[in-house]
């Protein structure tokens, strides 16, 4: 038997690859796991836009984690905490904006609270009712970023990108404006008030409007501005006057504006001009006048009605106004005058007073008013309306008046006045009533009845005369004498009848006497009626009160 084993029976080597254990694998899904967290942590890094901060009176409606940041409508951010302030007056907001709003975070950009509200007549945030209250965003326009911001108690009124002009009114007063109340430009609303504030020396405040485009334009360099809230009611020589623009003016009041009407080619006003708020109309296109004199009037008649601002009137146009009304005693001391300054606005004559078409001749006041005084131009008290009893000044032309001249030497000039129509018609009444009482009638009908008696005793004379004649004449003259006879007898009926008539105890002079003291009774009860309706000037339309 051999040694050697068949070749087959020899096993045969192979090397064998060495495996890993599982355990080595699982250190591999730690860092697939942080590779895979740090790169979401990048990209929600990347993604996310900056945490801003809030500073808001209250919280009222605001949620964290729930509350809305929007611009336009869009969600831009959310609410993510709310804490109270340092010195715990104020709550500050904590949001987080995405990314894309990163470029809405500017300097002047503004924030605020949406909800349901009631203001200027509108009513918005409906839809906060049923999603909650959000907080809106308005983006700016600075190229500064920012990202603390401090938020408004109320809306914006006009957007940052809403065209149109700012302008600052002042005035000496409020009165019923408030944010968004509108501004008027012949009735048509193209604005609201954006702001005020009251001046640091307390004696007025200040207050900004914006006009939206293209409305703007209409405001001039000289455009006057005026208070047009609730209803105005203006009782004065004109009669009663109701103005008001709108129903929103009357609960919330408003401004109105215009340019004077021969002033429609000046230059429009740049933003931010400042303008005077005047209280009416009146008075703001009163002070449009460039060129004002005073003048004085004196009356000696009661001036009761006549007010401070009452028209100067001619013929229909008003060319001034009462400035000051006084009294004082007449040079002598024995009387009593009252004193009535007047502003007098000349420009307000240039419409007749040109030298060629189109071009306005230099104006010389005293040389137009001497001329015009010279040709019977005076200053009247008027009774301007029944309702109201307000009077006004007019200035008119009596021709037959006597001449008199302006007194340029005084302090304001003097200028000469006549009396009023109403003074003068009581004047001649009571004229006419005290020479009816100063006839002589008693020594009249004395002297009637001396006359009547000597007719009687010629009468009897020639009575006697024609029975001598009687038997004596033929008888043609006889007939004639008859006819004498009996024109003698109608004479003595005639007397007879006089001496009735003049008797003391006769009906004419009863009826005499009593038509003179009904004639002194009409003219006390006319002077009595006019110094009642002086007083009261509406009874003539609701009658006399009882006492």
Request: aromatic residues 6%.
């Amino acid at each position: 038997m051999s040694d050697t084993l068949p070749e087959q029976d020899v096993p045969s080597a192979y090397v064998e690859r060495r495996r890993f254990r599982t355990s080595q694998l699982i250190w591999l899904i730690p860092v697939i796991a942080a590779i895979v967290g740090l790169s979401l942590a990048v990209r929600s890094y990347l993604e996310h836009g900056p945490v801003i901060t809030i500073t808001f009176k209250s919280a009222e409606g605001i949620e964290p984690g729930k509350t809305k940041i929007k611009f336009k409508d869009v969600q831009v951010g959310l609410v993510k905490a709310v804490t109270i302030s340092k010195d715990s007056s104020n709550v500050v907001i904590v949001a987080q904006l995405n990314k894309e709003a990163e470029p809405l975070l500017v300097e002047d950009t503004r924030f605020w609270v949406v909800s349901a509200r009631i203001s200027g007549g509108n009513i918005s945030g409906l839809g906060t009712l049923m999603g909650g209250s959000y907080i809106g965003l308005d983006a700016g326009i600075s190229k500064v970023e920012r990202t603390e911001f401090i938020g408004l108690d109320r809306p914006p009124v006009v957007k940052m990108n809403e065209p149109g002009s700012q302008f600052i009114l002042w005035a000496a007063d409020i009165g019923s404006l408030d944010i968004s109340a509108p501004v008027y430009y012949r009735r048509l609303q193209v604005g609201e008030v954006i702001g005020y504030e009251l001046d640091k020396d307390g004696k007025g405040v200040t207050l900004k409007v914006f006009i939206r485009a293209p409305y703007h334009q209409y405001v001039k360099r000289n455009t006057l501005f005026w208070h047009a809230s609730g209803i105005e009611v203006n009782m004065d020589a004109n009669g009663v006057k109701i103005n008001t623009q709108s129903m929103v003016s009357i609960i919330l009041g408003g401004i109105a504006f215009q340019a004077p009407e021969d002033t429609a080619d000046a230059e429009p006003a740049s933003s931010n001009n400042i303008f005077t708020l005047f209280s009416t109309k009146e008075e703001a296109f009163r002070r449009t006048d460039s060129i004002v004199e005073t003048y004085l009037l004196v009356f000696r008649e009661s001036v009761r009605g006549l007010t401070v601002g009452a028209p100067v009137d001619m013929r229909g146009v008003t060319v001034g106004e009462v400035s000051k009304i006084g009294i004082e005693l007449d040079a002598d001391g024995k009387s009593v005058v009252m004193p009535v300054e007047i502003r007098f606005y000349p420009e307000r004559l240039r419409a007749s007073y040109r030298s060629g078409p189109g071009k306005k001749a230099p104006l010389n006041t005293r040389k137009l008013l001497g001329s015009l005084v010279e040709q019977g131009l005076r200053a009247q008290l008027r009774n301007g309306s029944i309702l109201t009893g307000q009077l006004y000044v007019a200035l008119d032309f009596f021709p037959k008046t006597t001449l008199a001249r302006i007194n340029w030497n005084s302090a304001p000039p003097a200028f000469p006045t006549i009396t009023g129509n109403m003074e003068q018609f009581q004047t001649s009444l009571v004229n006419i009533v005290q020479k009816l009482e100063k006839l002589p009638l008693e020594e009249l009908a004395g002297d009637a009845r001396q006359t009547l008696h000597t007719l009687e005793t010629t009468l009897a004379s020639a009575d006697k005369l024609l029975k001598s004649l009687d038997a004596s004449i033929v008888p043609e003259a006889r007939l004639m004498v008859e006819d004498v006879r009996k024109t003698l007898e109608e004479l003595r009926e005639t007397l007879g009848s006089a001496r009735q008539a003049i008797a003391e105890d006769a009906p004419l002079q009863t009826d005499l006497r009593e038509a003179l003291r009904e004639m002194n009774k009409a003219a006390q009860s006319l002077r009595t009626l006019g110094d009642y309706l002086e007083r009261h000037p509406e009874s003539l339309l609701r009658g006399k009160k009882e006492e």
